[in-house]
């Protein structure tokens, strides 16, 4: 798909967490050389009369136009942050789901708000946004700001989570980039169970010796982060070991954080899974913007 080769797309449907999400795009598209994507959709589906029967042509015109002028203000928008930003538009008619899991195979990066209405409605509880983040061939970037608001912090580190899982290796990587791009300090969160207390083999696993096995797992942290460290010398790092649970420490560190990066599947819970407990809570419930690796391969 050559109108989204290796661009940023971004949804928008005129609401404020879509302009915070257009806002960030274009300049995140500008400081990496690449184009800009804003994509609406018209949602023609809603004024169907049921039985294949679409709603009389004056209502798809109005939202045609309704939607014109949401892509020209959004791209009002990216210009005014990013002047000379490379913009694209599509305005889709019915749910965007297939378009944005199609153009993710080629995209850099798919953003998508914290919250909003029409395009990206059930952001917070599921439907497109929830479909991307399980489904997407390419990074998923959730535009989440302080207390449910638009606001992020430009300052302040880049949080990561690691479990020695595959997509975690990747998000460790994406997280040194983008530590060394803002010049921000480096949060690594290594967490080396994962597991609740509820789980059947959870009282098993509180009889461990644990001071031995987290010995164990601060030297493989320390040996993973090595070799990054030699590649950005530039990025401080700060290591943070935790048993398990890591999505309450890495919501708690959204609080402070500029970014927080995690791959969408971690090494625990059930492998059928699509989106893990951490990446679903982080997406949720985060205090700043939130990065989801996808594998590149993904179903």
Not at 81 to 92: C, E, F, I, N, R
Not at 191 to 202: E, I
Request: with cysteine; charged share 20%; proline share 4%.
């Amino acid at each position: 798909m050559s109108t989204v080769d290796h661009k940023i797309i971004v949804g928008v449907d005129g609401a404020d967490p879509g302009r915070a999400a257009v806002r960030w795009a274009a300049g995140s598209a500008v400081e990496r050389g690449l184009g800009l994507l804003i994509v609406h959709a018209l949602h023609t589906e809603r004024i169907s009369y049921g039985a294949g029967l679409t709603g009389a042509a004056p209502w798809s015109d109005v939202l045609a136009a309704d939607g014109q002028r949401v892509l020209d203000e959004a791209v009002a928008e990216a210009e005014s942050v990013a002047p000379g930003v490379a913009v694209d538009t599509s305005m889709l008619p019915d749910s965007p789901i297939p378009f944005l899991l199609d153009a993710s195979k080629s995209a850099a990066m798919v953003v998508v708000g914290g919250s909003g209405k029409g395009f990206f409605a059930e952001m917070a509880i599921g439907s497109t946004a929830s479909a991307v983040l399980a489904h997407a061939h390419c990074p998923v970037m959730v535009l989440r700001g302080r207390k449910g608001t638009t606001n992020y912090l430009t300052s302040g580190p880049v949080v990561v989570g690691i479990d020695g899982s595959p997509l975690s290796e990747r998000a460790l990587e994406i997280a040194f980039e983008e530590a060394s791009r803002r010049r921000a300090h480096l949060v690594a969160v290594h967490a080396w169970t994962d597991v609740t207390y509820d789980d059947a083999f959870g009282m098993a696993r509180l009889a461990t010796q644990w001071e031995s096995l987290e010995d164990d797992e601060r030297r493989l942290l320390a040996e993973r982060l090595a070799g990054w460290q030699e590649k950005y010398p530039d990025v401080t790092v700060e290591r943070v070991l935790v048993r398990d649970r890591p999505r309450q420490t890495l919501l708690e560190w959204s609080a402070k954080a500029q970014l927080v990066i995690v791959g969408s599947r971690g090494r625990g819970g059930f492998a059928g899974l699509l989106l893990g407990s951490t990446s679903q809570a982080l997406a949720h419930h985060a205090e700043c913007p939130v990065l989801v690796v996808r594998p590149r391969n993904a179903r």
